[in-house]
């Protein structure tokens, strides 16, 4: 049995079907699988959405959950793919006290030198926006924790391939 496990990115085209997320969480749930993140969106094709989901299984498990994911009827088609197969960001936002942006020249720095970009400011608080890899992200929660986060939010991943997927001319099949 194999047991390597590690990080995939599971992309999936839809139709838009209410109930659908339901049955796809189940097919992770069954086998004992958490969800790293999932996000969704509407795809290259008018009427399909695309899902992203991270899991970290075994390649032998990731093929068998693709291959119940596919039989999911309103499941166009299913891929996975490893972090050297793809490009990918998360993006995330913090609220931080006001006062700390203009006492602090500690914290301009970090905003400057994460590439962070500041989307609000106000008497009490501001916002920060920061787009990159996990690792960017939790390094500039870890830099900005000290001063007090007051609210913090992350998206999940989003991806596309470095390889042709051919899922257009699928999904053109789709729609005809």
Same mark, same amino acid.
């Given at each position: ?5 590690? *990080? ?11 109930? *659908? !997320?339901?049955? &796809?969480? /189940?097919?992770? +749930? #069954? ?6 993140? &999932? ?21 032998? $498990?990731?093929?068998?959950?693709? @291959?119940? &994911?596919? #039989? $999911?009827?309103?499941?166009? #088609? ?10 990918? $960001? ?6 931080? #006290?006001?006062? %700390? *942006? ?7 720095? &970090?905003?400057?030198?994460?590439? /962070? ?10 916002? *920060? ?9 939790? !390094?500039?929660?870890?830099? %900005?924790?000290?001063? @007090?986060?007051? +609210? ?17 001319? !699928? %999904?053109? /099949?789709? $729609? /005809?």
């Amino acid at each position: 049995m194999e047991t390597n496990k590690q *990080l995939f990115t599971v992309s999936i085209y839809t139709e838009n079907s209410v109930g *659908l !997320l339901n049955r &796809i969480s /189940a097919i992770f +749930q #069954k086998r004992h699988i958490n969800i790293e993140c &999932i996000s969704t969106s509407v795809s290259e094709i008018d009427g399909v959405s695309r899902w992203t989901i991270v899991v970290f299984v075994s390649e032998e $498990q990731i093929r068998k959950i693709i @291959g119940q &994911i596919e #039989k $999911q009827v309103e499941v166009i #088609k299913a891929y996975y793919h490893t972090d050297e197969e793809t490009i990918y $960001q998360e993006s995330c936002m913090f609220k931080i #006290k006001s006062d %700390l *942006l203009f006492e602090d020249r500690q914290i301009q720095n &970090i905003i400057k030198e994460s590439n /962070a970009r500041i989307v609000t400011v106000n008497r009490e608080f501001f916002v *920060l926006e920061k787009s990159g890899r996990r690792s960017e992200v939790d !390094l500039l929660y870890r830099e %900005l924790k000290p001063f @007090g986060i007051m +609210q913090f939010v992350r998206s999940g991943r989003i991806s596309v391939t470095k390889q042709e997927m051919k899922i257009t001319e !699928l %999904l053109e /099949a789709f $729609q /005809a």
